[in-house]
């Protein structure tokens, strides 16, 4: 066990009474986690996790939802299929068709979805491929891809440096992030407001697991050579607005709130935006799940009458 790992604390519930289970899709097998009875709500995880980043809000949630967690393509446990020059297996086009694929077998035609950092891009623009799919939309501590690199000045490069140097071509970034994954994850997300504590054991394990495969660091940088240009082209081709409810949070010592102006930017591409900031940083679901659940339980419950 890592020394990391063998720091953080233990959390008390992680996914209990969850069943774990594999969807097959075009990318191949995705993995999920999958707990509770009512509506029908999917949460998407961000980089460099898993899905195991929901473990501190899905047990509450799964009290009156149906929680589908899965591992997005390219990260954790789910497929990481070959790209190509497009970087279109790893587009969030593509990305978000899987969550389409599980929603098909687990017959559910209208859903809702939270999502964190790279899965809120999965999540926008599964909203805005399928919007008499998703009901309503939460996004955790993002703002939409495309007008976040055009807002972004000096001092949003210097502290989300890896959106820029994760796009280099094959294999630069995945050689050297290869030569110490750990060492990488550890610097990468502990260099935020509250450091490692976010992170209980069980999770940290996993995300330390999950990205020392190659495979898992190779998916992560397509997601973002993707991100930086078949997904703005794809947002480029989009001439309407979001028209589903949509409530962005954000943590309040985070990158967003220091460089961005958060609701402006999403009420470019939303009609129906409301949202504020959270007290912590990126990590606001590990960080402040109570203060998550707080703002999700009020939005969802009245977007899940409409189901």
């Known amino acids: 066990m890592h ?35 009512g509506p029908p709500l999917v949460l998407l995880h961000g980089y460099p ?8 809000v899905a047990a509450s949630l799964a009290q009156d939802y149906r929680v589908i967690c899965p591992d997005l393509r390219g990260y954790g446990r789910s497929a990481k299929p070959e790209t190509d020059a497009s970087h279109t297996p790893y587009s969030k086009r593509a990305m978000a068709g899987d969550v389409i694929a599980i929603m098909d077998a687990l017959g559910h035609e209208r859903f809702l979805v939270g999502a964190h950092d790279r899965g809120g891009r999965v999540a926008h623009r599964l909203a805005a491929d399928h919007p008499d799919r998703v009901v309503a939309l939460s996004t955790l501590d993002i703002a939409p891809t ?10 949003f490069a210097h502290t989300y440096w890896h959106w820029y140097w994760l796009t280099l071509p094959h294999p630069f970034p995945e050689r050297l992030i290869g030569a110490d994954p750990v060492y990488f994850w550890l610097h990468k997300c502990g260099a935020g407001s509250a450091g490692l504590t976010p992170f209980v054991r069980q999770a940290l394990d996993e995300y330390l697991t999950a990205f020392s495969d190659p495979a898992a660091i190779h998916g992560a940088c397509e997601d973002y050579r993707a991100a930086a240009t ?15 409810p949509l409530l962005a949070l954000w943590g309040r010592d985070g990158a967003i709130e220091a460089h961005f102006d958060c609701l402006a930017l999403w009420r470019e591409r ?38």
């Open 230 to 244: 078949i997904d703005i082209a794809h947002d480029d081709a989009d001439s309407s607005k979001l028209t589903m």
């Open 146 to 155: 495309r007008e976040m690199y055009r807002e972004g000045t000096s001092a």
């Open 49 to 56: 996790q898993t899905s195991a980043m929901w473990h501190a």
């Open 3 to 37: 020394p990391s790992v063998a720091k953080a604390p233990q959390a008390a519930q992680f996914f209990e009474g969850f069943e774990e289970r594999y969807f097959e899709t075009s990318a191949g097998p995705i993995f999920c986690r999958i707990g509770g009875e």
């Open 270 to 307: 939303a009609e129906d935006v409301q949202g504020w900031a959270l007290p912590g940083g990126h990590y606001v679901a590990e960080e402040c799940p109570d203060e998550v659940i707080a703002a999700w339980r009020p939005f969802f419950a009245k977007a899940a009458a409409n189901l």
